[in-house]
């Protein structure tokens, strides 16, 4: 069974604050890597995908800020910054280079420990609505459902074949974006070498045939661009036949 426990990395450069973090989320299961400099830190960071950092701010090699600042050039891992300095610019500077949170030296154990799952349970929401979102195309007229493979035109359903449903997701999921005949059987049909460029064709006509049988609208957000292939309107072409 695979093991699905968050895991966090704690960056501070004093062993007893490490030992004392680790000893309390270890007890709420969270699995715990340490590094000791910003450098080691920033490494980790970016070589693993943790669910959490916890960051200090006064680092030697790399300060906080500087391992946060680069690291959201590579990653969006939730930060929580740990400091002895609670002045403002300290806390502004630690928001500016993307921390999620920020608790002042000396904290209380149980306090981060709330605070953790709090930005953790945030996060993985975060997570399950861009999911969500990237398998649920929604459009005035159109919605697609990539989980179910269903179709919806203007609320009623559309009955396609596996191969016109790819089409239509590969579509809709770039919307204006022109695709020639020979990508769209690359990525569609996987033909690398070979293929019929009328097999694009066909699979359009039926396509809009059976989405006309549903709603007027729909087939016409699938415009053909003449002399480059098609490309799929999040509106209704005001021409396309």
């Known amino acids: 069974m695979a093991d699905d ?49 916890l960051l200090d701010l006064m680092l030697p090699k790399l300060d906080g800020i500087e391992v946060a600042k680069q690291l959201r050039e590579e990653k ?79 609320g009623k359903q559309v009955n396609l074949t596996p191969k016109e449903y790819d089409l239509l997701y590969y579509l809709a999921s770039s919307p204006d974006q022109i695709f020639g005949r020979e990508q769209l059987l690359r990525e569609v049909w996987k033909y690398e070498f070979f293929g019929d460029l009328r097999t694009v064709d066909t699979h359009v006509k039926r396509l809009r045939e059976k989405l006309a049988k549903q709603s007027e609208e729909a087939p016409r957000m699938i415009e053909t661009v003449w002399g480059l292939g098609y490309k799929f309107n999040s509106y209704p072409a005001t021409d396309e036949k």
Request: proline letters at 3%; glycine letters at 4%; charged letters at 35%.
């Open 76 to 154: 969006n891992s939730p930060i929580m910054m740990l400091t002895a300095k609670g002045e403002e610019l300290n806390r502004i500077q630690g928001f500016e280079v993307g921390a999620d949170d920020y608790i002042v030296k000396p904290f209380s154990p149980r306090e981060i420990v709330l605070r953790v799952a709090a930005i953790l349970k945030r996060t993985q929401s975060l997570k399950e609505t861009e999911i969500k979102n990237a398998n649920l195309i929604q459009l005035p007229h159109l919605e697609i459902d990539n989980r179910s493979h269903r179709v919806i035109a203007d």
């Open 5 to 53: 426990r968050k895991t966090i990395l704690i960056v501070d450069d004093e062993e007893r604050i490490r030992r004392l973090l680790r000893m309390y989320l270890e007890k709420e299961n969270y699995i715990i890597e340490e590094a000791a400099d910003g450098q080691e830190g920033l490494d980790l960071a970016l070589e693993e995908d943790y669910d959490l950092i």
